[in-house]
């Protein structure tokens, strides 16, 4: 069973806590910009090796963040490989809304709009779902070798799964609170969303990196 207050302790325990929140919130901020954003899911990939490996002081430093892109940079390609079928469905489908709307504009396009609005709720909101719920399988397989082979095995996605599937299903439900509760980062300053948003991202992938050695335990992975 995963320790869900571990998680959110942990990082409060390493002596430079507060130079790597700061440094990890400012390159938060500065994901608006995208380029810093592999940065930040290499660095949340390497807490989950260290976690998964029982590192006493799992918090990474910043350093080397060339090799915190790449790593990211892939762990982000795998992502979008998961969700590209979605896009292929997805994407003509809106065009086609688009075209019909501007075709009987002037009857209106209540039907259209039903139509699509169901299209999503029977294919967009369940795939989106099964995603999510196989992301942390998905990321600790990368996390072993940093792989975009081993994250898209998707028989041993399932398998892994499987195998831990209580506590992924409150990790996943607790991740989707926590991201609700970052947002409220804005009601002390609107920078400091960024932090709340980096806090939450450490804990989920410290949850991770705990199944990661479970997974070690039972001699899974």
Not at 61 to 86: A, N, Q, R, S
Not at 96 to 114: A, P
Not at 159 to 167: A, G, Q, S, Y
Request: no cysteine; glycine share 6%; net charge neutral.
């Amino acid at each position: 069973m995963v320790d869900i207050g571990d998680s959110f302790k942990f990082s409060f325990k390493d002596p430079d806590w507060v130079m790597k929140y700061m440094i990890g919130g400012i390159f938060s901020l500065l994901s608006i910009l995208i380029l810093p954003i592999p940065v930040l899911y290499g660095y949340y990939i390497e807490l989950l090796q260290k976690v998964s490996n029982n590192d006493p002081n799992p918090l990474p430093d910043w350093k080397d963040p060339g090799i915190k892109f790449l790593t990211g940079l892939k762990y982000i390609g795998v992502m979008i490989i998961y969700y590209l079928p979605l896009l292929i469905i997805l994407v003509p489908t809106l065009v086609l809304f688009i075209i019909m709307s501007f075709w009987n504009s002037h009857t209106g396009n209540l039907f259209e709009s039903g139509l699509f609005g169901m299209f999503i709720i029977l294919t967009v909101v369940p795939y989106s779902i099964f995603i999510y719920l196989l992301q942390p399988t998905i990321t600790i397989l990368f996390s072993k070798n940093e792989s975009i082979r081993d994250a898209i095995n998707i028989g041993e996605v399932i398998k892994l799964f499987k195998i831990k599937w209580e506590d992924i299903l409150v990790i996943s439900v607790l991740t989707v609170v926590f991201d609700f509760l970052a947002v409220a980062g804005i009601l002390f300053f609107i920078i400091g969303i960024f932090f709340t948003t980096f806090f939450v991202q450490i804990i989920r992938f410290h949850l991770y990196g705990q199944i990661a050695r479970e997974y070690k335990k039972a001699q899974s992975i």
